[in-house]
């Protein structure tokens, strides 16, 4: 039994999906969200980055009513189009071959919104804006604000991001270690307008990729005609770029097709500031049955595989279905939790590194295409027995330490295959252990979404 409020601190995209859940199961919930309300407030300018809503971000959207409303918001992109110097027609390199296999660009704040929407029509959901948290106090069991007012809790959740005050409690109370592993390389976000007529400017249906090696720019569309863009570079890239005329030669340079649509690039790379890349990995997820953390403040990952709040969101399904087993012994819910959870995270963490590589120069490496082209179709010989890494990351719910596994024996198969053109691949395949069934809610009908 809970002694006292049950209190999530974020409200964010696993705050409110994790508050809907709890009032599923019948708790009242209380939130407290450091920001104003997103819903009356422009809060993220120059800080979104896009999110790719696929396969394991969609299923408890599914599991929660709410994925008609996200529907409406999201455009689906059904490859990556690779923009090449010198080439006006810019390669689109399908993400999979089957029509269900597509992942949908939406707007953060917007998806946010209607699950803060969703959570507040529950009746059981009372969300506090603009309320900072300093601290956990688990020897009074309250939560410390930045004003120094206090509130009681029975439970809480941290569900504050990568800089989870709950968990830094957690962890000066001895209950868990954890370290973030900051990349060298930076991001900041632009704006590619829409056409005067509100068209977009390029393809909405694919991601559009800039490779260069050591850096990239991508571009994900948004429903209003324009295009969230993003430039990740070396941090000593960034320093370079310190004044205008810096960055125009830059982008004419390196980018040039994008440039020539965007009048007022240098002045929002001036006025847009530039956000930091690491990875976080906590061990250590609960404290007994009174607190525990989800989402970004237990796993953090680098955006380059698109699964950030993908795994967030499939990690909140996992924490309620846990509650569920086990409601009278939470500290073993969450014991269980964190033992199923924690491998995948680390997986998908180590697979978003590795994907920066392949998004800024494998894309256009002749001998990651071929091995790309081999295992598509060895996927539609084999369909029971392979699957690309890619996809099975994206379109299933297949663990993620799973998935780890399996594309490293696919990997070295394709690659025996490429050296040797007489090897048996059929024969490798086929002695691959058959793919698992899928989620119940992981039903390509279901996931066709627009």
Known sequence: ?????????????????????????????????????????????????????????????????????????????????????????????????????????????????????????????????????????????????????????????????????VRKSMAQHGASEF????????????????????????????LHIWPKGEFMLIALANPEGDFTVTLFAPKATFE?????????????????DFTALVPDLVEQFEE??????????????????????????AHAIVPFHGQGMNAALESVRALDRHMRDSPDDLALAFANYEAERKPDADAIADMALGNYLEMRSGVVDPDYLAKRELALELEQRHPDHLRPRYNMVMFSTMPYAEAQQRAAAQADIIASSIADPGVDVDSLVLALPALPDPDPLDDPNALSIR
């Open 272 to 297: 847009n500031p530039t956000g930091s890349l690491g990875t976080l990995r906590a061990t250590g997820w609960h404290l007994d049955d009174r607190a525990v953390i989800v989402g970004d403040a």
């Open 1 to 165: 039994m809970i002694d006292g409020p049950v209190v999530i601190v974020g409200a964010g995209q696993a705050g409110a999906l994790l508050s809907i859940y709890l009032a599923r199961q019948g708790h009242d919930v209380q939130m407290y969200e450091s920001r104003p309300d997103l819903r009356r407030t422009d809060i993220d300018a120059g800080r979104s980055i896009n999110l790719a809503l696929a396969t394991r971000g969609i299923v408890p959207l599914i599991d929660v009513g709410v994925i008609e409303h996200v529907d409406a918001i999201t455009i689906p992109m059904r490859g990556r189009m690779v923009h090449v110097d010198g080439d006006p027609t810019p390669d689109l390199q399908p993400y999979g071959s089957q029509p269900h296999e597509v992942i949908h660009s939406v707007s953060r704040t917007d998806l946010n919104a209607i699950l803060l929407d969703a959570a507040e029509a529950t009746g059981k959901v009372n969300i506090e804006f603009d309320a900072p948290v300093s601290s956990i106090n688990f020897d009074t069991s309250s939560i410390v604000f930045d004003d120094d007012r206090t509130e009681p809790f029975g439970l809480v959740f941290g569900a504050d991001g990568a800089g989870s005050r």
């Open 240 to 256: 370079e770029l310190s004044f205008p005329e810096a960055v125009r030669t830059f982008f004419e340079t390196e980018f040039a």
């Open 179 to 206: 370290v973030t592993d900051w990349l060298d390389h930076d991001y900041k976000e632009l704006t590619l307008p829409p056409n005067a007529d509100g068209s977009h400017r390029i393809d909405p249906n694919a």
